[in-house]
């Protein structure tokens, strides 16, 4: 039964907490009167409620109400404005995008071409990172952190020496990374723990049915795998059916050959060997999909068998000599994917790191990764003349081209006014999909290629508790929830790193994680591409209170036995809508296998004139390390 939600203690998403401290919604700032102790374990001051300071809003945020929609003008009706306000204005480079890829392109100009090098970045949204967002929350003169995006720091090792250089520059190098793994304890999954337990929760007749120990270990054959199984609220032949593929116990593709086995795994979704070969029923699935969707953002209906068992899907031990020659590949990709290491609001402070170094102004105390997460940051101070870099947010790009005094011309609208500025050198750092329309000059060739791909979505939400007692009962600080809206469910990061000071007890109050892609339909003849744009429009056409119910009614059913209340316990509520996520990836099922140098990606991020790409979406894989690769590629263009 859907929950009516009466009490109006929320506005979009905030309301007034227990402690009597009221949290900023929809945008709107709100006044404090809270007393706090300052320099407690724990305790920061919360930011000056009458100051611009994004982390702290609640309600819609990521792809809120006033960054799209511009661009949305622009890209589909061909509408900008006809006149702009020519300012007085002209900079060495401007970065259009305050990405992670955008601030590092900024940073490798700035270092190359010296400190008082004249660089304006542009952003459409309230606040820097791009999908590196920070959700920040106040409780009892507590703060507390989560990610509102991007969230991972792979192994140093896989990065190139110029992004290791940039690392290294913000003070983040291998010690830093053994450092932040020891500050992360054995028990939080989502940081980047695996041998940390972690459960499956299922929807059943009096709330959800939870199975602790460790889930992910379960699929593959590990320690109690069959207890856990018999554990799930599902008939005794699916329960049959999953130990079977989870222990190994026969070769599904033993009536192949081997080279027809290879032939299959190479062509075949994971889905449609689970129905075929393995004989689970489609409700199933879910069940075996829940880890891909939230990892790679798309389902076991788009991957192929051997793309499924290499991103972390169940089943190696089942396909015989296949399975084992491609045990190792896949033990490495997974190990890849969720040995991470993450900042308690996740890649955000990298992105507060960059522009710390950028602006020093912005933080002028800040010691880097000593006390990144707890640092002040006066968002005022990113935009001031007398400063030689510039981030000016709230602005959309809607043109840029080269004009006849060897200049380019960057037409933006900020707040309702449409201006231009120029620069000698211009990188664009925004999506691939936009750069067409602000550059129609192109080449058609070059225009194909940036329209190719299309962004992985996301929801990602962050939910305050009063609390965690109810959440502490569960048995393990992350679960995945195949049946739910958000299919994972976590504590946000627990890591006291950068001077922060995470909850710990049950008693305090506490962030709940949750993360939802909306890939889980059922097979469809549509490209893999056209799934993505359709899951986009249903994220856009989302409404935050329908959100608020999934968030309240999953949140109720999975705590509500061990005596959670929403309508007293959940404090705020912040939902990261991301329509245009992840950088598309190729998939084998739908994109064929381009020569090297003739991927759309590869066509699409070529040098035009003193224009240049940077982006994830310039990499077709969606890093952090080569969204800093193609930042520096972007740089070496434009000054060479």
Not at 188 to 200: P, R, T, Y
Request: net charge negative; glycine share 10%.
């Amino acid at each position: 039964m859907p929950i009516d939600i009466t009490r109006r203690d929320f506005i979009n998403g905030a309301v007034i907490g227990t402690s009597g401290l009221l949290l900023t919604g929809c945008g709107k700032e709100v006044a404090t009167g809270m007393p706090v102790t300052a320099n407690a374990p724990g305790l920061v001051n919360p930011p000056d409620p009458s100051a611009y300071y994004p982390p702290t809003q609640t309600g819609m945020r990521g792809s809120h109400e006033g960054s799209f929609e511009v661009a949305h003008e622009l890209a589909w009706r061909g509408n900008k404005p006809a006149d702009y306000e020519a300012l007085d204005e002209h900079y060495d480079l401007i970065v259009v995008g305050a990405g992670m890829s955008g601030l590092a392109a900024a940073r490798y100009y700035q270092q190359k071409m010296g400190a008082d090098a004249r660089i304006l970045i542009l952003d459409n949204h309230d606040d820097f990172g791009g999908h590196a967002k920070r959700n920040e929350f106040h409780q009892d003169g507590r703060m507390m952190l989560s990610l509102g995006g991007a969230q991972n720091i792979e192994a140093l090792s896989g990065y190139s020496d110029a992004a290791r250089e940039l690392m290294a520059d913000m003070g983040i190098d291998d010690n830093f990374i053994e450092f932040m793994n020891q500050q992360t304890p054995d028990d939080v999954f989502l940081a980047g723990k695996m041998e940390a337990e972690n459960g499956i929760a299922m929807p059943g007749a009096n709330g959800h049915v939870t199975v602790g120990g460790n889930w992910l270990a379960a699929m593959f054959g590990g320690k109690d795998y069959e207890k856990s199984v018999r554990a799930l609220p599902l008939p005794t032949a699916e329960q049959d059916k999953l130990i079977d593929l989870f222990a190994g116990h026969q070769d599904f593709l033993d009536d192949f050959s081997l080279s027809e086995k290879w032939e299959y795994i190479n062509t075949t979704s994971y889905n449609r060997y689970l129905v075929d070969k393995v004989g689970l029923a489609e409700s199933t699935l879910p069940i075996l999909n829940a880890i891909v969707i939230n990892l790679a953002g798309v389902s076991g209906w788009n991957l192929t068998v051997l793309e499924g068992i290499t991103s972390g899907c169940a089943g190696i031990k089942s396909m015989g000599w296949v399975g084992k020659a491609t045990a190792k590949l896949a033990e490495l990709a997974l190990d890849s994917l969720l040995s991470v290491t993450m900042f308690p609001d996740g890649n955000a402070s990298v992105a507060r790191l960059l522009v710390q170094k950028l602006i020093p102004a912005v933080s002028p105390g800040m010691q880097g990764t000593q006390d990144v997460a707890i640092a002040r940051f006066d968002y005022s101070a990113l935009d001031q003349e007398n400063h030689a870099t510039r981030l000016r947010l709230n602005s959309t790009a809607v043109g840029v081209r080269e004009n006849n005094n060897n200049q380019v011309e960057v037409d933006y609208v900020q707040q309702g006014k449409a201006q231009r500025v120029t620069a000698d050198h211009c990188v664009l750092a925004c999506y691939n999909a936009l750069i067409p329309h602000l550059c129609p000059e192109m080449p058609k060739a070059q225009k194909e290629g940036l329209s190719y791909g299309v962004k992985t979505p996301f929801v990602y939400a962050n939910v305050q508790l009063k609390n965690g007692q109810a959440y502490s009962k569960l048995g393990a600080t992350l679960f995945q929830c195949p049946y739910d809206p958000f299919q994972w469910v976590s504590t946000s990061p627990a890591v006291a790193v950068g001077g922060y000071e995470p909850p710990r007890g049950p008693d305090d109050p506490m962030v709940v994680f949750m993360m939802r892609s909306p890939m889980t339909g059922p097979e469809q003849p549509a490209s893999c591409r056209d799934q993505l744009r359709m899951a986009r429009h249903t994220i856009y056409s989302t409404p935050f209170d329908d959100y608020e119910q999934q968030i309240r009614q999953q949140l109720q059913s999975l705590l509500g036995q061990h005596g959670f209340n929403h309508e007293t316990d959940i404090q705020a509520i912040t939902v990261n809508r991301i329509p245009h996520g992840y950088a598309y990836a190729y998939l084998s099922l739908y994109d064929p296998k381009w020569e090297e140098g003739q991927a759309p990606h590869e066509i699409g991020r070529a040098q035009f004139g003193r224009i240049s790409i940077a982006n994830t979406d310039s990499e077709a894989t969606a890093l952090m390390n080569l969204a800093f690769d193609a930042a520096w590629r972007a740089v070496e263009e434009q000054t060479a």
